[in-house]
């Protein structure tokens, strides 16, 4: 089927691309793992006064892996207005490929190296402490794959818009801070007052977040796993209607 | 694989428009306002006119692009707003801005666009080849193009538009920014093209290149073409022949003189250079040299020549496109 082949084709190729220049794929490790070796330990002592009963690696790592997603797929934008600006996608747009499969092939590309690098973050963390559950660990990184396809979908649509780093950077800063401070990642939310406990249930990443702690603990008859899971699987699905009529639309 | 039509026409437009919707209570943009274009098989077509013209909004159109707001037009055989897909499969489009990747070689580039026109793997790989070997970049191909200069980029472009063998190609500017070696070797590709049956359909902003390799021009002006046909006919609708005279300062004094002589039938000038239409140069020579002597208005030159078509787009938009192009 076309829209199948041609989702590979531009897969491929953009997965070769983004391969060739490993120092960006090993950037997005950076900032994670310094957050698990200079940030983490702090959590020793914050975390046993808010009565989680979690080591701090467990409870922590599984939040990481939700930021690194956040902030990696935010920057998938970045690389589309370079193509832009280098005519690969008008080139592309005047051949009869599938417009759909054109996003469908950079997205998958995000999530294919998202889910390296968080797998990859995990085993740095088993030497900290980290206790593994692999069955949990897994079904986290299917929570990962769906923040990551519903931001870097987003911000793909952003970028076929603005067609601007220069619009795109104030506008990604102003959306991922809140976001981040109102998702519990940094500190338990149940040390936050009761209007800022309010406004964090209003943050999808927030769900996404207890969604993955649960699962990576094996908690399984928390019932945040099905919240977040709903949660993420129809933003996700929401982010992916407003991307494909973006890019079936666009002049880019 | 493309539809090679030996005789009749590739591109046909009636009334063809666009118009841009603009924010607020500004009156939209009406950026092409009703073209009616006939492009011949295997011919090179050249389309000209000043920055903002509509040059670009109408090739856009063309090429799939841009949908147009009205009018009706058919590329390579196929209805440009029922068809669109089929069209695409019939078309190149090489872009003005370049269309590759830096991080990409040449033979990566040319491969994948083969496959996305539906060529099976080992079909691409080939045809790259092929490509290449016609270019010039054999030596190049397996480096990436970020080391490639601005002609061999360039020539990678028209690669990309020509890969399927498209019936029709559609250059933007093709030979803009290159060097004049470059530039001859690229209209040599293009003559090229037109001989093995493409028909090339080219924007351009050098006057000489629309005369050496264009058999048939446009010009579009004010979203409307105001001038068709082959480069000759065009100059002979400038009647007669054209005197360029130069003068120190005293242009609209000049200027303001030799109006008022029966045998000049337009002139127009500015910055010290005049340029006056005449029926017979060479007796309006020694006139205007009468003429001007007598008011005390010697000109520092004097110059007769055929009208190239420079004075052709000159006469039909009143600016030169020389000038556009170093703006």
């Known amino acids: ?84 600006r280098y005519g690969v996608v008008e080139r592309m747009r005047v051949t009869p490929m599938s417009r759909f499969a054109m996003l469908a092939g950079r997205s998958l590309r995000d999530v294919t190296i998202l889910l390296a690098q968080s797998s990859l973050l995990i085993l740095v963390a088993i030497p900290f402490g980290l206790e593994l559950d692999p069955l949990g660990a897994l079904l986290t990184l299917g929570i990962v794959a769906l923040v990551g396809l519903t931001f870097s979908l987003l911000s793909y649509t952003l970028a076929l818009v603005t067609k601007s ?88 | 694989m493309a539809t090679q039509q030996t005789s009749g026409s590739m591109i046909e437009t009636h009334d063809l428009r666009r118009t841009f919707k603009t924010r607020g209570k500004a009156a939209d943009v009406e950026a092409v306002r009703g073209v009616d274009l006939h492009v011949g098989a295997g011919q090179i077509f050249g389309f000209l006119g000043p920055n903002g013209a509509g040059k670009t909004t109408t090739l856009r159109m063309l090429a799939t692009l841009l949908t147009p707001t009205s009018g009706e037009a058919t590329v390579a055989g196929a209805d440009l707003r029922r068809q669109p897909q089929r069209v695409r499969e019939r078309i190149g489009y090489v872009p003005q801005g370049g269309s590759t990747d830096p991080a990409e070689t040449g033979r990566g580039e040319l491969v994948i666009q083969g496959r996305l026109y539906g060529m099976s793997k080992s079909q691409a790989v080939a045809r790259a080849s092929e ?15 970020s080391t490639y200069s601005g002609g061999m980029k360039r020539r990678l472009d028209v690669g990309l538009g020509i890969v399927h063998r498209p019936a029709v190609l559609f250059l933007d500017e093709p030979t803009t920014g290159l060097d004049p070696q470059a530039r001859a070797g690229m209209w040599d590709e293009i003559r090229g093209l037109r001989a093995q049956g493409t028909t090339v359909f080219l924007t351009t902003h050098y006057l000489e290149e629309a005369d050496a390799l264009a058999d048939r021009l446009a010009i579009i002006d004010h979203g409307l073409i105001v001038a068709e046909g082959t480069a000759d006919e065009l100059k002979r ?87 556009d192009a170093a703006a």
């Open chain 1, 1 to 84: 089927m076309k829209l199948i082949r041609d989702t590979w084709l531009m897969y491929r190729r953009s997965l070769i691309l983004t391969l060739r220049q490993p120092v960006w794929v090993a950037m997005g490790l950076f900032q994670p793992i310094l957050y698990l070796i200079l940030f983490a330990p702090l959590l020793e002592g914050a975390t046993s006064t808010a009565g989680a009963s979690a080591s701090a690696f467990n409870w922590f790592v599984p939040g990481l892996l939700i930021l690194t997603a956040f902030f990696a797929a935010f920057f998938a934008g970045f690389g589309l207005v370079a193509e832009i």
């Open chain 1, 165 to 252: 780093e220069d619009a795109l950077a104030p506008i990604a800063q102003a959306v991922t801070l809140p976001l981040l401070l109102l998702s519990g990642i940094m500190l338990p939310m149940a040390l936050a007052p009761d209007w800022l406990q309010t406004l964090s249930t209003l943050n999808p990443l927030t769900h996404a977040v207890d969604a993955a702690r649960a699962l990576f603990n094996g908690l399984w008859a928390d019932p945040q796993i099905v919240v977040g899971s709903v949660v993420m699987g129809t933003l996700a699905l929401i982010s992916l209607v407003i991307a494909a009529r973006a890019f079936a639309r666009t002049t880019a």
């Open chain 2, 131 to 145: 490509v290449l070997a016609l270019l010039d970049l054999e030596s190049a191909a397996d480096r990436t193009t």
């Open chain 2, 237 to 323: 609708q400038v009647a007669g022949d054209v005197v360029t005279l130069g003068v120190d300062g005293a242009t609209e004094h000049v200027l303001e003189t030799v109006r008022q002589q029966s045998f000049v039938r337009e002139a127009t000038g500015e910055d010290g250079v005049i340029r006056l239409y005449v029926d017979r140069g060479e007796t309006a020579v020694p006139q205007l040299l009468r003429v001007l002597d007598g008011a005390g208005l010697a000109p520092s030159s004097i110059a007769l020549h055929r009208p190239s078509l420079d004075d052709v787009f000159l006469r039909q938009t009143g600016r030169s496109l020389r000038d």
